[in-house]
């Protein structure tokens, strides 16, 4: 069974930036897999940031050019890089398989952008 620990969230001021960390543990799998989700008050969860089968990253248009992920294969361990950060980023970020089959939700991390 994958078990996945999201960190990293804070309160952050608009124009801020986080790294959110994915760190993933249980059954072999592959962390290329793996995307960004998040969930804002009142919203269903939306994929943020997502690989392609091709090996490229496709980013939802609200954060293209902003986010950007890396992954660490070794330590099974995905970052969210998120740069000029906005008050409608705020939201609960996880992490989760994106190319397959959901695996069970993390706590998630909270991410707060406001003055």
């Known amino acids: 069974q994958v078990q996945f620990v999201e960190s990293g969230g804070d309160l952050v001021q608009p124009g801020g930036s986080l790294r959110l960390s994915c760190a993933a543990s249980g059954s072999i799998f592959n962390i290329y897999s793996l995307g960004w989700y998040r969930q804002a008050p009142g919203k269903q969860r939306e994929l943020v940031a997502a690989p392609t089968r091709s090996g490229s990253t496709n980013y939802a248009d609200s954060v293209k050019g902003r986010f950007t992920i890396s992954r660490d294969n070794a330590k099974k361990t995905m970052y969210l890089q998120m740069n000029s950060l906005k008050t409608e980023d705020t939201a609960v970020y996880y992490c989760?398989?994106?190319?397959?089959?959901?695996?069970?939700w993390g706590q998630g991390t909270q991410v707060t952008v406001s003055s």
């Open positions: 989760n398989v994106a190319l397959g089959s959901w695996r069970s």
